[in-house]
């Protein structure tokens, strides 16, 4: 894990163990840490089991899906864990986020139990445990592990059934009620149904707070592996589902028909019945050759490659790279990705003069012309890709994002540049990317904002890493096939602007001035320096602006002038 401010690692052996079967998963999460761990060796312990955990819940999302009805001797650690990672990937978590939220679980449930075993332990042992625990509490403080923080704070309830009284706690933070609501769903339902725990939730916590139970009540509407059911009259098994289709045991049918996948949708579950866990998994691993299927999509959310384009926006590109395009050619490309699509209509609509609505395709393409469109779907597609899980700092960045891809349009606008209002926002999506692939970000509850060179990217944010800021923008840039100019540009931008190229000096003042004030506007200090004055009155003389200019640009982004809450709060 390597963190905002500091970096641990995982060094044992185990990183390529692989497990199949929830025993085994079980057998690794209850083993308790050794009395003669360091702090960062049980860190490393639970990220490794946490990693382990998402690992099995990935390749076989059948077994927690079971779990949430099927009757089982599992130990309830185990389906605690399981139901923490499915209802976080079903709720589009980035796994590094999750990964920390069950690692911090792991750490205490282990101090739990050290609690527990330290009163029967003769004294140099019982001490040696309350040293153990002191020597984790501040590690974890030292190194800013807020999340862990969180969840370790709710140790007294966190693996009981008494979760459910406090989940409608208005002191809890959104991550701490979320952590709250797994532990109902693992400790509650034998004395409750789902459907009224799913009530009972949701009357007690905050409508924002609300969205991570849809996954959840979706789960209590359809038959989960192990129910048994009804495919064309025939009684069945379902063994595995995907988004669409379902793999059914059927005894009663031909030999060959047995075992087969077939539409969702033609389920028939007149009754909620259910074989025992045990039974399921049996069933589960005799099918594993039925299971092993290509080209449907998986029951849990699918995930997208950031370090590459989509296929079809590659073909866009093609297309209006052509010396003569055939525009029909191209809106049949852009109509095969329904978000482009709508992407194109909705700015189309709202850049008119008129503000006219914009249904046709041609029209929206036409009215940003061949070469601006490029640039709009290239930023568009980048932008799904690196917003497409959920963690703290997404909406915050998201934000930061948005003004500083603003302010470069804006500003470019009115200046003389290389750039068009659509490439500068581009280029500026690739500098702001590392906010989104750091993953040290992925667990920080606040962006670590540097209090001085507001004006130069590189120097924006106090993070750790091997590579420097300009380069992950510019591997991820060269990556999508961007041109060797924008790729010298964001090069460049880790530099002062004395020492930049004179031919890209107004691009690299665009740049910096978009990500400075934005940075300043939504992370403001009482003050300038005096160094951070004189870098701002060069950057503004390069393209020849105004501080009357610059107000200018703000008022007209008054929009984008808001923090919003973050997941963690």
């Known amino acids: ?192 149904s789902r459907s009224s725990l799913l009530a009972f939730i949701a009357q007690r916590i905050p409508m924002m707070q609300r969205t991570f139970l849809h996954p959840i009540a979706s789960l209590i509407s359809i038959p989960l592996p192990g129910a048994s059911v009804y495919v064309k009259a025939h009684p ?91 525009v029909p050619n191209l809106c049949q490309k852009v109509e095969k990705v329904p978000s482009f699509q709508q992407f194109l209509l909705f700015t189309a609509s709202l850049d008119n003069r008129l503000k006219l609505p914009v249904t046709s395709l041609k029209q929206a393409i036409l009215t940003y012309g061949l070469e601006r469109v490029g640039d709009m779907l290239v930023q568009h597609a980048l932008i799904e890709r690196l917003t497409q899980h959920q963690y703290p700092l997404l909406a915050i960045s998201k934000q930061f994002t948005s003004l500083a891809c603003g302010i470069a349009a804006q500003l470019t606008s009115i200046t003389k540049t290389k750039f068009t209002p659509q490439s500068a926002a581009l280029v500026t999506t690739f500098l702001c990317a590392p906010l989104f692939t750091l993953p040290g970000l992925k667990v920080a509850t606040k962006l670590p904002v540097s209090q001085k060179d507001y004006f130069q990217i590189g120097k924006a944010f106090k993070v750790k890493g091997v590579s420097s800021w300009h380069a992950i923008s510019g591997e991820l840039a060269e990556n999508w096939h961007q041109s060797a100019t924008w790729r010298a540009i964001i090069h460049q931008s880790g530099r002062r602007h004395a020492e930049v190229a004179a031919s890209l000096q107004k691009e690299h003042a665009i740049l910096q001035l978009s990500f400075g004030l934005a940075r300043e506007y939504l992370f403001p200090l009482n003050a300038r320096d005096a160094a951070t004055d004189n870098t701002f009155d060069t950057l503004v003389k390069s393209v020849a602006l105004k501080n009357e200019d610059i107000r200018c640009v703000m008022e007209r982004l008054g929009e984008y002038l808001f923090c919003p809450l973050n997941l963690h709060e």
Request: with cysteine.
């Open 1 to 192: 894990m390597r963190g905002a401010t500091g970096r641990i690692q995982v060094t044992s052996k185990a990183n390529q163990m692989e497990l199949n079967d929830a025993s085994e998963l079980s057998d690794v999460l209850l083993s308790l840490p050794a009395l003669s761990s360091t702090p960062q060796d049980i860190v490393n312990t639970c990220l490794h089991r946490a990693k382990l955990t998402l690992s099995f819940v990935q390749a076989h999302p059948a077994i927690p899906l079971a779990l949430q009805t099927c009757t089982s001797d599992i130990d309830t650690l185990t389906r605690h864990m399981l139901n923490l990672a499915l209802y976080g990937k079903l709720n589009n978590y980035n796994d590094h986020f999750l990964q920390h939220i069950i690692a911090a679980h792991l750490a205490t449930y282990y101090l739990a139990a050290s609690n527990l075993a330290s009163s029967n332990l003769a004294k140099a042992s019982k001490n040696e445990s309350i040293s153990q625990k002191k020597a984790l509490l501040t590690f974890i403080n030292e190194h800013h592990l807020t999340l862990w923080r969180q969840i370790i704070a709710l140790q007294k309830v966190l693996f009981t059934s008494q979760s459910i009284k406090h989940v409608g706690e208005v002191k809890l933070t959104s991550l701490q009620r979320i952590c709250l609501v797994a532990s109902v769903f693992s400790y509650c339902t034998e004395s409750h």
């Open 236 to 326: 069945a098994i379902v063994i595995d589902i995907q988004k669409h289709h379902a793999l059914v045991h059927s005894p009663s049918r031909k030999e060959d028909e047995k075992i087969l996948w077939v539409k969702r949708n033609t389920l028939l579950a007149p009754k909620n019945l259910y074989l025992s866990f045990e039974d399921f998994t049996g069933q589960y691993q005799a099918c594993e050759n039925a299971r092993s299927v290509k080209g449907e999509q998986s029951f849990l959310p699918a995930t997208f490659p950031v370090q590459r384009p989509p296929s079809a926006l590659l073909e866009i590109i093609d297309e209006l790279q052509k010396a003569d395009v055939d």
